[in-house]
């Protein structure tokens, strides 16, 4: 015979069992809604991965300015994933978003043109029957499109050539033709050089910006347009992301100035010695970066020939080091030849595209491609002549993205993740 209290007993004992199996199928539940959340997460963000490799591979699979759909093959209907194509001066800006349920997430990149997926040559220079000539240390090291007269060994300045081969690689013979640029390019940069300008940038006047610290403004925002002037100048503040800068006069960049990813337009372009920055700048009269400036990757400096003018020139000062690319249009230009100028110990790693003529006293890592080069020393100036130059294809970065600025592009690369 049980004692009345043990029911007591037997009742808190029922509750506690009820209260722990409550407890273990709550966790449970919880644990496995967390464990879905997170491959739900996974996926997404696997999806959004997926999406930016098969663009790297197949850009022109993906239209500028358009959110494509796109749909991993055997996933099902509900996995919404839109990439979307942009330009960035000399670059691509790539956007991939991806949701399920719930759950989103995006991830937005600049890319360049992956320049080990095509035929890696150090020099191409248009042949325009004459030869081109080496003197001094200039060393040229990988394949090379000469002109079909080929090259010889010549004495400039009281040098000859000191090297033993003319060409460390293979010499094969050029067009008379410059490899076909990219005009998509030239597309998205007519509104800026014309001032019609986009009706998708927010636009804004440098002198009514007070009272801030930095301007900087992501790229998932609109394109920040700032205008500027003579009496206004570059920023004294930091610029940062998704902004373009535009003068109508000549624009002074101080060696001091703080800027990061961003574009500048103007007629002609003074960067100062001590400019340290990301930075793309373009002009149709001139471009001068003087001594001790560093142009960090991805940079690019495009000079757009408009007119007839025989002052056009880029011109990189010593020890100056550009990361990216150079371009110099010269198809709006008349008699004379718009001019890069490469001082001494000036570096460009990357691409150097001219349609004009090319002084190069300094070192190219990457690839070169010119109409014709031009000499000038304190005695003569010299056509077709190289002196002390080095244009080395072979000690490029294997992980470098160029810019978009020739036509045959394969495959795109991710150069650095923004927001």
């Known amino acids: 015979m049980l004692k009345s209290g043990a029911l007591y007993y037997a009742v808190f004992l029922s509750f506690l069992i009820a209260l722990t199996a409550g407890f273990f199928i709550l966790y449970t539940y919880f644990y496995n809604f967390f464990i879905d959340q997170q491959l739900l997460r996974g996926q997404v963000i696997a999806n959004v991965n997926s999406a930016i490799n098969v663009f790297c591979k197949d850009p022109n699979a993906f239209n500028y300015n358009t959110a494509t759909p796109w749909r991993i093959e055997g996933e099902p209907e509900n996995q919404n994933i839109n990439v979307t194509r942009k330009h960035w001066g000399a670059y691509d800006l790539i956007f991939a978003k991806a949701q399920n349920k719930h759950y989103s997430f995006q991830k937005m990149a600049i890319t360049g043109d992956d320049f080990f997926q095509k035929d ?51 010499i094969k013979i050029s067009s008379s033709k410059l490899p076909a640029r990219n005009y998509l390019l030239d597309k998205w940069l007519e509104p800026y050089l014309s001032k019609n300008y986009p009706k998708t940038d927010s636009i804004l006047f440098l002198s009514e910006i007070r009272n801030i ?22 920023p004294r503040i930091p610029v940062i992301g998704n902004v373009i800068i535009h003068s109508d006069a000549t624009l002074l960049i101080p060696g001091n100035a703080i800027a990061k990813n961003v574009i ?11 400019f340290s920055g990301c930075i793309q700048v373009f002009a149709s009269q001139s471009i001068d ?27 990189i000062g010593n020890n100056t080091l550009i990361s990216g690319g150079i371009l110099l249009d010269a198809s709006g230009n ?8 490469l001082d001494n110990k000036s570096t460009v790693e990357g691409i150097v595209y001219s349609s004009g003529a090319v002084q190069s006293k300094g070192k190219i890592t990457g690839s070169l491609c010119a109409e014709k080069f031009f000499l000038k020393t304190a005695s003569s100036i010299y056509e077709n002549h190289l002196l ?18 020739i036509d045959d592009m394969v495959n795109q690369k991710i150069i650095k993740w923004i927001n």
């Open 334 to 341: 008349g008699k004379e030849d718009p001019k890069i100028k």
């Open 213 to 234: 610290k930095e301007i900087n403004n992501s790229f998932q925002n609109k394109t920040l347009l700032l205008l500027t002037d003579i009496q206004s100048g570059f």
């Open 289 to 315: 970066i003087r001594d001790n400036c560093l142009l960090e990757y991805p940079s690019f400096v495009g000079l757009y020939c408009t007119k007839s003018d025989e002052n056009a020139f880029v011109n």
């Open 120 to 170: 890696q040559y150090a020099l191409y220079l248009a042949d325009k029957k004459k030869y081109l000539s080496i003197s001094g240390s200039t060393k040229l090291v990988g394949n090379c499109y000469l002109p079909k007269l080929g090259i010889k060994r010549a004495y400039i300045e009281g040098q000859g050539y000191k090297n033993k081969e003319l060409v460390y690689g293979e």
């Open 388 to 405: 002390n130059s080095t244009i080395n294809r072979v000690t490029l970065n294997k992980e470098f993205a160029g810019p978009i600025i």
């Open 264 to 274: 500048v337009f103007a007629p002609s372009i003074i960067i100062e010695s001590g």
